[in-house]
């Protein structure tokens, strides 16, 4: 007898295709916009979305019905018909009703910036801390559009003198179900949080140092050379979601440095609230060490949103040690001599902004290269001294040590 052999097939996993559609608001120029439509397609690109097009409309606000005007709209179902797309991406929270709208014209998946984001930090968590914090961000997120989520259901006056229809009823069920998830989530939180205290008590008085800085600029590469551990580094958004904390020891004075979860742009107010535990590093850090990307065009505002991140969960008034990450990455357009204009970060070189920044005294900073590994033993040699500083004040008898 021949035995039958069976060809076992592999399918490779499909990538889905989108659009992404952005509004140009008064006062921002083309170009801020196609940065920002840069990130949104790094955003895709980090959830497995490839993108076929970008649609931009000016408009003075986002329409409230459809986010783009009528004929953009239908300019955007024809490509996507076309093309066969598969989802169409917008680089603002939607409301409900928008959703719906844009949902009918299109006939397509339709997500946003925030649904994206929230995507991709549950493809990212990895422990139950962090999963139980996405999850309770994923239901926020959801209960205020649960309206939209039944309107295929038709309202039908029930027979047995009910005021409300089935879809109704069933919208409510969920709603009660979704409530009560949230309420439990939070409790969970709650008990980790309070594990997580005592751990953090448990570490002595030990001074703290806090890496944090807008998402994928080197934080995680930089805690690798620092500490001489070994984290999770990968050039896309959102690779660390867990705070890591490590005991570091420079030339015996030992401290602990912790990595925490990138910032971005508009980051979603349901993970920022869902997070505000995890970011406790960053709330009781003595040190903060602000990683900013020096190669991207757009870093200043990016400081600017960590600036503003860092206030917001109460961590504003910190020291802070600025890191200029990427030297290898920086270029720039030199001026031409007959331009008189006023210089701008793309005319600038870097020994110019070098000199700006360092000349600007209240915070200190530094320019490195994680990557090429270059000015990393005067980081270690500046840390050492600030740390060495924030342990002196502290410890006043025992210096001698040091």
Known sequence: MTEDKKTII??????????????????Q??????EYLDELEFLAETAGITTAKRFTQKLPTPSSRTYVGPGK?????????????DVVIFDDELSPSQTRNIEKALGRRITDRTRLILDIFVQRAQTAYAK??????????MLPRLTGMWTHL???????????GSGEREIETDRRVIRNNIAKLKEELKKIDRQMAVQRGNRGSLVRVSLVGYTNVGKSTIMNLISKSDVFAENKLFATLDTTVRKVVLDNLPFLLSDTVGFIRKLP??????????????????????????????????IAVVNDTLREIGAGDKPTFIIFNKIDAFTYTPKDEDDLSPATRENMSLEEIMKSWMAKGDTPCIFISAKERTNIDKLRGDLYGMVREIHAGRYPFNNFLY
Do not use: M, W
């Not at 592999?10 to 295709?17: A, I, L």
């Not at 120029?29 to 196609?34: G, I, K, S």
């Not at 997070?275 to 406790?280: A, E, I, N, Q």
């Open 269 to 302: 107010t349901q993970l920022v609230e869902s997070f505000k535990s995890t970011l406790d590093e960053v709330r009781e850090a003595d040190l903060l060490l602000h990683v900013v990307d020096i190669s991207h065009p757009n870093f200043e505002e990016q």
């Open 10 to 27: 592999t399918e490779e996993p499909t990538v889905e295709k989108a659009v992404l559609v952005a509004v140009v608001k008064d006062r």
């Open 73 to 85: 709209l239908e300019e955007i179902a024809a490509f996507t018909e076309e093309n066969d797309i």
């Open 154 to 164: 038709e309202r039908q006056r029930g027979g047995t003198g009910t005021r409300g």
């Open 29 to 34: 120029d083309a170009r801020q916009c196609e």
């Open 132 to 141: 139980t914090q996405v999850k309770l961000a994923q239901y926020e997120y």
